[in-house]
């Protein structure tokens, strides 16, 4: 028994290392699920509100012609390149039946002069867009893939001598296995907290703006570009397009950062016309961010809290005291986890109204789930993978169906109510009083 302890204590390591491949799915994620004979015991709780997915969007254009459901994905650590959500792409249109793409890919390498370039080139990663629509084309979503690997590329090959293990004694095959991971992936999270995170976090904010400020049509196809100084950035689609943020790992944290960047930026009307009613626009709006291997609680260590904590009401609330300086009307924040993935949290209670600027209104849903199936080991111990419970998200079924649908307490997806526990959380009325026996 104890040979056997020591046995699995060294293969786990092994089954570690796959993690450093969150750059490029691993195509054996889906067949790993399927092809498992014995009967899905795979859990599935959520705790929170109804929420809307990407189809009532969709749905509403019939009703809205002029609508664009609009999609920005945002990666975590590691090296990803362009293209890397594909296979979550494809998935999500399949649920979605829109079986129609745009023949053309736009690429727009990211600029910003905001930022103090100097003799550097001008790298803040690229966004590909695509164009996707139903067999009648009357329902169009925009997908828009941001990679900033680019930004942090240049100081991780510092460590690129180090993985290959050029010089000095040679490593283990386990330990080089280990190293080489903790080399690709632990230094985007060094470089974000550090000299990176105005650069990251200004290529979420271009993002951003190329999906609020343009249609299809006026969109660059390519070429480097600064989304304010575009021609065709005139944010007149704001209030009729609806907007969703897909993320994964870090991505997370830089999403929700530069979200909140933009409550403590100072405008002054007289000055900015523009920017003014552009926020009067936005502060009508509800987002709704879909968070994979969610990490908000991890990476708030060692962080101050938000300047505006704990004061949705005055902000949030219908007639509230501080209503015109919110940023949008609400933040829909769908956290999921997998308990077996060490890289991920679940968001707890209170922490969104400690934690994120009331400002921006979250509203926050927890999705704990098993990405990753539970297997015996040794008739002893349950061991998941935890490759697969990290990169997993992203080819689920139930995670697709969720961004897809959402959840509603009238319409649930067949799949999601019948694999899937929910505890919804919203304000309950004051009991109401038992008629007494007397009466």
Not at 170 to 180: Q, Y
Not at 215 to 242: M, N, R, V
Not at 259 to 288: H, W
Not at 394 to 418: C, F, Q, W, Y
């Amino acid at each position: 028994m104890i040979k056997n302890k020591f046995i699995l204590l060294a293969v786990l390591p092994l089954l570690l290392f796959p993690l450093s491949g969150c750059s490029s799915i691993a195509k054996g994620v889906t067949e790993a699920v399927l092809e498992r004979k014995e009967e899905d015991r795979r859990q599935c709780e959520i705790a929170g509100a109804e929420f809307d997915g990407v189809e009532q969007s969709i749905e509403a254009q019939e009703i809205h012609p002029k609508k664009v459901t609009k999609v920005l994905m945002v990666h975590g650590i590691s090296t990803h390149l362009p293209g890397y959500s594909n296979r979550f792409q494809k998935k999500l249109y399949d649920t979605l039946n829109l079986n129609k793409t745009d023949e053309i890919v736009k690429t727009i390498r990211l600029d910003s002069d905001e930022i103090e370039w100097g003799d550097e080139d001008h790298v803040l990663g690229e966004l590909h867009i695509t164009r996707h629509m139903d067999e009648a084309e009357t329902q169009e979503l925009i997908f828009y893939e941001l990679t900033w690997s680019p930004i942090t590329i240049p100081q991780k090959e510092a460590l690129a001598a180090d993985s290959a293990n050029m010089d000095g004694l040679p490593r283990s095959d386990l330990n080089g296995s280990l190293k080489s991971f903790m080399n690709a992936t632990v230094p985007d999270m060094l470089i974000y907290n550090g000299n990176g995170y105005e650069k990251i976090t200004k290529a979420i904010e271009e993002s951003v703006c190329w999906m609020l400020a343009d249609d299809w049509d006026t969109l660059p196809e390519s070429g480097a570009h600064s989304c304010a100084a575009w021609k065709g950035s005139t944010f007149a689609s704001i209030l009729q397009d609806d907007h969703f943020f897909v993320t994964h790992s870090l991505g997370s944290r830089i999403t929700i950062d530069t979200i909140q960047n933009f409550a403590s930026r100072k405008t002054t009307p007289n000055k900015d016309l523009r920017q003014s009613e552009i926020a009067r626009k936005v502060r009508q709006k509800e987002f709704t961010v879909f968070m994979m291997a969610n990490q908000l609680p991890l990476l708030q260590m060692g962080r101050n809290a938000p300047d505006v904590p704990e004061d949705q009401a005055a902000y949030c609330s219908a007639g509230g005291k501080y209503g015109e300086q919110r940023v949008m009307k609400k933040m829909n924040i769908v956290a999921f986890s997998d308990p077996n993935d060490i890289l991920s949290y679940p968001i707890p209670t209170n922490f969104a109204q400690k934690y994120i600027d009331s400002r921006i209104c979250p509203s926050v849903v927890n999705v704990s789930l098993n990405v990753a199936p539970e297997q015996d080991v040794f008739e002893t111990l349950s061991f998941a993978n935890p490759a697969l419970a990290h990169n997993g998200y992203i080819e689920d079924d139930r995670v697709i169906t969720l961004i897809a649908n959402g959840m509603h307490r009238n319409n649930p997806s067949p799949l999601i109510e019948k694999n899937c526990k929910w505890m919804e959380i919203e304000g309950l009325p004051a009991k109401t009083a038992k008629p007494s026996e007397d009466s």
